[in-house]
């Protein structure tokens, strides 16, 4: 059982970054990928990135390549989604998950066994 706590949503104004963090309890964090996904009102919940077990392999959507970059601290229990340069349309609410299948799963929702309760941001134009 994997318990995750995200933290650091806000609001923010375009252009600006935020650091969103996820916080997993649990001895066997390490041998879980996490991802991130967000949802925007009236859409569906949709991928954003994800990090290998080891952090030495990442995923993102294109929408946020070479905007956002995710990383973990193992050490810690603790997957981290930086923001930089964000823009309106980046405005949901963004949900840390963990999975321990393949990484040809990792973009796929269906493949996160456990999921926090989400953290909002909000970027204003």
């Known amino acids: 059982q994997v318990e995750l706590v995200e933290s650091g949503g806000g609001l923010v104004q375009a252009g600006g970054s935020l650091r969103l963090s996820c916080a997993a309890s649990?001895?066997?964090?390490?041998?879980?990928?996490m991802g991130w996904f967000r949802q925007a009102p009236g859409k569906e919940r949709e991928f954003v990135a994800a990090i290998s077990w080891s952090g030495g392999n990442t995923y993102y959507a294109d929408s946020v390549k070479g905007r956002f970059t995710i990383s973990r601290d193992n050490a810690k229990n603790t997957v981290y989604l930086q923001m930089n340069s964000l823009k309106p349309e980046d405005t949901a609410v963004y949900y840390c998950?963990?999975?321990?299948?393949?990484?040809?799963?990792?973009?796929?929702?269906?493949?996160?066994?456990?999921w926090g309760q989400g953290t909002q941001v909000t970027v204003s134009s």
């Open positions: 649990g001895r066997t964090f390490n041998s879980y990928a």
């Open positions: 998950a963990a999975t321990s299948r393949t990484p040809k799963y990792y973009l796929s929702i269906r493949a996160y066994d456990y």
